[in-house]
């Protein structure tokens, strides 16, 4: 009987039972695939090329691999009973077994952790000096999502991009996007004023959404602060707020002395008024203080790139307003600064590329309407990283481009008027004032549907996670 080497048997069957299971995962992974583009998810060359694609060699390389365990299995098995059939398999297990056994035990390895989509995510730093515009891909968030047992891919999708576009053409060529809640610039008010009626505007803002205050209309708000006067003078005004902070007037709580001013104007215009609040009148005086002593009691004094105060940046203005912890957020940050540019607070200021505010009924709506898609089993999306808000903001992005593309199409009656009059008309780049105008009517549309509940697959739970119903 010749020799045998027995301990190459196990390994040559554990390919075998590798390669099983290792199917069983690719199964799995083609299946999720196969869902994100029967929604028309959007695979870009990233996604294709880093985690679709080696699945496809996973599967062919492991299919070659049983197919030759079995036949150096079969080779070991004749070799071990001293036949003499097939001579080419047992010299197949004879010179190769062991080295089948392990490129097999090597290969399944690699395709369970996903070896060759890891290695990507590791250079990405390297990849990026090549091609600085990939950081942008989603692909990244999504090749991560896909290695855990329960992923939430978000991808984009064309179809459900130009849905939602042809929403937004709708209100823009009707004149109607201006609702209750968009707040006009108080023309009334020096630049100063308006600047601080929009920090302190803003700050009660996030308040409201953080402590579940009543809900209210933004446009009559805004109104009723910038109407705020004591002695005919405006409580927003950098005097007004200095004397406030040195303590020479009745109080120092100015959200109080807000509270007094604005909440008649409120009642007036059939709104609740601003509720009383410790916690409120803390972080208020607080940003108070930081605007009187950093600031010299003006908002407008963020974006002074000199001591001359008549050149202003909005990359200085971005940065400086994170010093008023209630703007530090993603999504009241680009909104504030959205406000003193739309209210003209800083003369000839280059405004640059618009930011998007992140909100979680903008993704609701992004999904809802399918310019977002994900798994079937991807029921609850928390939006709380900054990936998934990258993507929302992206999808959003996509909208407007989309919505441009059919301003300055013929074929689209009024749009060319439209985009015209906006290039003309506006102290705004066109590009930043049609990106506000865009991004305004989709957070009022999410916000419309989620007050009457009519999103039909997604909706907005207790805790502001975004929840699939049913």
Same mark, same amino acid.
């Given at each position: 009987?010749?020799?045998?080497?027995?301990?190459?048997?196990?390994?040559?069957?554990?390919?075998?039972?590798?390669?099983?299971?290792?199917?069983?995962?690719?199964?799995?992974?083609?299946?999720?695939?196969?869902?994100?583009?029967?929604?028309?998810?959007?695979?870009?060359?990233?996604?294709?090329?880093?985690?679709?694609?080696?699945?496809?060699?996973?599967?062919?390389?492991?299919?070659?691999?049983?197919?030759?365990?079995?036949?150096?299995?079969?080779?070991?098995?004749?070799?071990?009973?001293?036949?003499?059939?097939?001579?080419?398999?047992? +010299? *197949?297990?004879?010179?190769?077994?062991? &080295?089948? !056994?392990?490129?097999? $035990? =090597?290969?399944?390895? @690699?395709? /369970?952790?996903? +070896? *060759?989509?890891?290695?990507?995510?590791? &250079?990405? !730093?390297?990849?990026? $000096? =090549?091609?600085?515009? @990939?950081? /942008?891909?989603?692909?990244?968030?999504?090749?991560?999502?896909?290695?855990?047992?329960?992923?939430?891919? =978000?991808?984009?999708?064309?179809?459900?991009?130009?849905?939602?576009?042809?929403?937004?053409?709708?209100?823009?060529?009707?004149?109607?996007?201006?609702?209750?809640?968009?707040?006009?610039?108080?023309?009334?008010?020096?630049?100063?004023?308006?600047?601080?009626?929009?920090?302190?505007?803003?700050?009660?803002?996030?308040?409201?959404?953080?402590?579940?205050?009543?809900?209210?209309?933004?446009?009559?708000?805004?109104?009723?602060?910038?109407?705020?006067?004591?002695?005919?003078?405006?409580?927003?005004?950098?005097?007004?707020?200095?004397?406030?902070?040195?303590?020479?007037?009745?109080?120092?709580?100015?959200?109080?002395?807000?509270?007094?001013?604005?909440?008649?104007?409120?009642?007036?215009?059939?709104?609740?008024?601003?509720?009383?609040?410790?916690?409120?009148?803390?972080?208020?005086?607080?940003?108070?203080?930081?605007?009187?002593?950093?600031?010299?009691?003006?908002?407008?004094?963020?974006?002074?790139?000199?001591?001359?105060?008549?050149?202003?940046?909005?990359?200085?203005?971005?940065?400086?307003?994170?010093?008023?912890?209630?703007?530090?957020?993603?999504?009241?940050?680009?909104?504030?600064?959205?406000?003193?540019?739309?209210?003209?607070?800083?003369?000839?200021?280059?405004?640059?590329?618009?930011?998007?505010?992140?909100?979680?009924?903008?993704?609701?709506?992004?999904?809802?309407?399918?310019?977002?898609?994900?798994?079937?089993?991807?029921?609850?999306?928390?939006?709380?990283?900054?990936?998934?808000?990258?993507?929302?903001?992206?999808?959003?992005?996509?909208?407007?481009?989309?919505?441009?593309?059919?301003?300055?199409?013929?074929?689209?009656?009024?749009?060319?008027?439209?985009?015209?009059?906006?290039?003309?008309?506006?102290?705004?780049?066109?590009?930043?004032?049609?990106?506000?105008?865009?991004?305004?009517?989709?957070?009022?549309?999410?916000?419309?549907?989620?007050?009457?509940?009519?999103?039909?697959?997604?909706?907005?739970?207790?805790?502001?996670?975004?929840?699939?119903?049913?």
């Amino acid at each position: 009987m010749p020799e045998v080497d027995l301990k190459v048997f196990p390994l040559i069957v554990s390919t075998g039972t590798n390669g099983f299971a290792a199917a069983a995962q690719l199964r799995k992974r083609f299946v999720r695939i196969g869902q994100l583009r029967d929604r028309g998810a959007e695979i870009d060359g990233l996604f294709r090329t880093a985690y679709e694609w080696p699945q496809h060699l996973y599967r062919w390389a492991l299919g070659i691999l049983c197919a030759a365990g079995a036949v150096a299995l079969i080779g070991g098995l004749l070799r071990l009973v001293d036949s003499r059939a097939f001579p080419a398999a047992q +010299g *197949f297990f004879e010179n190769y077994g062991a &080295a089948v !056994a392990i490129v097999g $035990i =090597l290969l399944w390895f @690699i395709a /369970s952790v996903e +070896g *060759f989509t890891r290695l990507v995510l590791f &250079a990405k !730093a390297a990849i990026a $000096i =090549l091609r600085p515009s @990939i950081l /942008s891909s989603p692909s990244w968030y999504n090749m991560i999502q896909l290695f855990a047992d329960s992923p939430q891919p =978000l991808f984009l999708c064309k179809i459900g991009v130009e849905r939602l576009s042809d929403v937004v053409m709708q209100k823009l060529l009707a004149g109607a996007y201006q609702d209750n809640n968009f707040a006009s610039a108080p023309t009334q008010l020096a630049s100063d004023e308006r600047a601080n009626v929009a920090l302190f505007g803003c700050m009660i803002e996030q308040e409201h959404w953080d402590r579940g205050f009543q809900r209210r209309d933004w446009a009559p708000f805004y109104r009723a602060l910038a109407e705020c006067r004591e002695d005919g003078q405006s409580i927003f005004s950098p005097d007004y707020l200095r004397r406030v902070h040195m303590g020479t007037g009745a109080t120092r709580d100015f959200y109080q002395i807000i509270r007094t001013a604005a909440n008649p104007a409120l009642v007036s215009a059939a709104q609740p008024e601003l509720p009383e609040s410790a916690t409120v009148s803390s972080d208020v005086g607080e940003a108070l203080n930081v605007l009187v002593d950093r600031y010299s009691g003006s908002a407008v004094n963020l974006a002074n790139a000199d001591l001359t105060g008549r050149h202003f940046n909005i990359e200085r203005a971005f940065a400086e307003a994170s010093s008023f912890p209630l703007l530090r957020s993603d999504s009241m940050r680009p909104q504030f600064l959205k406000l003193l540019v739309r209210w003209d607070v800083w003369p000839g200021i280059q405004p640059g590329r618009f930011i998007y505010p992140f909100s979680a009924r903008i993704a609701a709506l992004l999904l809802d309407s399918g310019a977002l898609v994900t798994l079937d089993d991807s029921d609850r999306l928390t939006f709380r990283t900054e990936d998934q808000r990258m993507i929302v903001r992206e999808g959003v992005r996509r909208v407007v481009a989309n919505v441009e593309r059919l301003l300055m199409s013929d074929s689209v009656n009024g749009a060319r008027a439209y985009y015209s009059a906006l290039r003309n008309e506006q102290a705004h780049p066109a590009e930043w004032e049609l990106a506000q105008r865009v991004d305004y009517v989709l957070w009022s549309e999410a916000r419309n549907r989620a007050a009457a509940d009519t999103f039909e697959d997604w909706s907005i739970g207790k805790d502001g996670f975004v929840e699939r119903k049913g």
